[in-house]
T-cell receptor, first 114, second 110 residues
Framework: GAGVSQSPSNKVTEKGKDVELRCDPISGHTALYWYRQSLGQGLEFLIY????????KSGLPSDRFSAERTGGSVSTLTIQRTQQEDSAVYLCASSGTEGNQPQHFGDGTRLSIL | SQQGEEDPQALSIQEGENATMNCSYK?????LQWYRQNSGRGLVHLIL?????REKHSGRLRVTLDTSKKSSSLLITASRAADTASYFCAPRTGGFKTIFGAGTRLFVKA
């Protein structure tokens, strides 16, 4: 079946603009995760959803970052008033109904802020 | 949730050699997962070892877990150039939040 799909794969935008990143999880996966990965670094946890709710938003770097998930499926990560330090790869993953299950990742959105 | 710490940070070996990378963590776990990330791609789950297991095999991969030392190791036997990637461990303690470490960068020279 289809894996996790992220769009766009690349996004270049000017500082100060808003951007929306989209994630389509594997069908039936109730958990969805967002991570940020700077060049050559590990993954930084941003947020996870269980269904449509986000019990833990502690990883969001600032109030310019927000995420939502509708219908228990597609999720959107929005970054308002982008800054150059927001440049990174944003990875999405999904997993099944129980915690501790392996995560399935998309190939990410590479975001570049000019 | 807790973070695993991978060691070494980087490893360079010749094709055909074995590669061993380690993961340490701090508190008791439910299971520990290993992932691979090829350049420009997302992470791929390789293997999951439960806290009551000591060793697990998958093809050329062998994972061990020592809960008394709070450590795990990933062994890749007879490495290939295609094994060049970053490898991450994820100790899971329950729940969904997952903290990944900085990973081990493996470079396999042909």
């Amino acid at each position: 079946g289809a894996g996790v799909s992220q769009s766009p794969s690349n996004k270049v935008t000017e500082k100060g603009k808003d951007v929306e990143l989209r994630c389509d999880p594997i069908s039936g996966h109730t958990a969805l995760y967002w991570y940020r990965q700077s060049l050559g670094q590990g993954l930084e946890f941003l947020i996870y959803f269980q269904g449509n709710s986000a019990p833990d938003k502690s990883g969001l770097p600032s109030d310019r970052f927000s995420a939502e998930r509708t219908g228990g499926s597609v999720s959107t990560l929005t970054i308002q008033r982008t800054q150059q330090e927001d440049s990174a790869v944003y990875l999405c993953a999904s997993s099944g109904t129980e915690g501790n299950q392996p995560q399935h990742f998309g190939d990410g959105t590479r975001l570049s802020i000019l | 949730s807790q973070q695993g710490e991978e060691d070494p940070q980087a490893l360079s070996i010749q094709e055909g050699e074995n590669a061993t990378m380690n993961c340490s963590y701090k508190t008791s776990i439910n299971n520990l997962q290993w992932y691979r990330q090829n350049s420009g791609r997302g992470l791929v789950h390789l293997i999951l070892i439960r806290s009551n297991e000591r060793e697990k095999h998958s093809g050329r991969l062998r994972v061990t877990l020592d809960t008394s030392k709070k450590s795990s190791s990933l062994l890749i036997t007879a490495s290939r150039a295609a094994d060049t990637a970053s490898y991450f461990c994820a100790p899971r303690t329950g729940g969904f939040k997952t903290i990944f470490g900085a990973g081990t960068r493996l470079f396999v020279k042909a």
